[in-house]
């Protein structure tokens, strides 16, 4: 639908009992997966796509730090992969919710971010990598064992909370990753150093996951940092990237941003800016739904505020920001997870509760 009805999308179905957390659902096929704090451990749900749940299992104590479920689960076929707040990775049958396998971040030499790991693995190839922190900053594992195949070096950095991105630019596959220690990327076939950017080196806390798009880099953090945008270029079979600009414009803690043709739509401090992927400039900033999450989709952005539950509908376009409809869920303190849209469907997790609502055109 390109404009909401009064009171917003019909409501498909809601699941209660996932148990508290900020991660957002993954949609794959006809299940669902997200996780959640129940009795005092991090659990995986896996449901059918009409919200009935087809099976839990245990992952693990939580981070205690702000309490609950922090990373959104990743599917890749037949299994499903899930990092802990206090960093353990798991490999789970989709179908059955059996563990395969299991890691640690501490195995890595890591030291533990104040809030907690929150990143989702990122599934590139054969490889499941993660972000430990420390002079093993980045770690890719076989996805189907578990075991180590390499380990980012020619630098360290401690680990934030945003996840790795795979990006190939001039033949040249890379990983690109928000740290502690500002932006670094590594050949994504051995984990060597390939460039890196010390901006937001040492903030109090790095949360959005980096962008890419038509050989740029975005990133941008809350804490008053603002954003950076990189400009790749390859030659000789490697790749190097220089500071194309920098904006106070994206005041992003943890809400995100993504690239749409050319354009970056994305949280600033309690609202919402639109910037110009190559140069910065502000094409707009309105207060919309204030400070959150959004996701895109058949060129509509959908917003989903951290305070009351608040969803909100808008064209993606630079000339401004116009909502076309609202809703609200229920829940409990800050809404952080982001919304997912898919199949004509738009998911919103609040609290201990996944929402489904219907949003296809009719």
Excluded at 74 to 96: E, K, M, W
Excluded at 120 to 127: A, D, K, P
Excluded at 197 to 223: E, L
């Amino acid at each position: 639908m390109r404009e909401w009805p009064e009171g917003g999308p019909a409501l498909a179905w809601k699941t209660p009992g996932i148990g508290a957390g900020f991660s957002s659902v993954a949609v794959a096929g006809e299940a669902l997966y997200i996780t959640g704090i129940l009795d005092n451990e991090l659990v995986l749900t896996a449901m059918d796509k009409n919200g009935k749940v087809r099976w839990q299992v245990k992952h693990g104590p939580e981070h205690g730090e702000v309490p609950g479920a922090r990373a959104t689960p990743v599917v890749d076929g037949d299994r499903v992969y899930l990092t802990s707040g206090t960093g353990r990775i798991g490999c789970f049958n989709a179908r059955t919710g059996a563990r395969l396998w299991s890691r640690e971040m501490s195995e890595f030499g890591a030291k533990l971010p104040t809030w907690g790991y929150a990143e989702s693995v990122l599934i590139y190839r054969n490889l499941a990598i993660v972000t430990p922190g420390g002079e093993n900053c980045i770690v890719a594992l076989n996805k189907r064992t578990g075991q180590t195949v390499w380990q980012s070096t020619g630098f360290a950095a401690p680990a934030h909370y945003g996840s790795c991105i795979a990006v190939e630019f001039g033949g040249v596959p890379m990983i690109v990753a928000g740290t502690g220690g500002g932006l670094f990327a590594v050949d994504a076939r051995s984990g060597a150093l390939l460039w890196h950017s010390d901006f937001a080196a040492g903030n109090t806390a790095n949360c959005p996951t980096p962008a890419y798009a038509d050989g740029y880099v975005f990133w941008a953090n809350g804490y008053g940092k603002g954003g950076v945008c990189m400009k790749l270029t390859a030659a000789n079979g490697t790749v190097t990237a220089t500071e194309a600009w920098r904006t106070n414009q994206m005041d992003c803690h943890h809400g995100g941003y993504v690239i749409v043709d050319g354009f970056i739509y994305g949280n600033h401090r309690n609202g919402w800016t639109c910037l110009d992927l190559k140069t910065g400039e502000v094409k707009w900033s309105e207060r919309g739904v204030g400070k959150g999450s959004l996701c895109y989709a058949d060129g509509l952005l959908f917003f989903f505020s951290e305070n009351n539950g608040r969803a909100a509908l808008a064209p993606a376009t630079p000339e401004g920001l116009m909502l076309k409809g609202e809703v609200s869920v229920a829940g409990n303190g800050p809404s952080w997870a982001h919304p997912v849209v898919t199949g004509g469907r738009l998911y919103l997790r609040y609290d201990n509760t996944l929402y489904c609502f219907n949003v296809a055109a009719r």
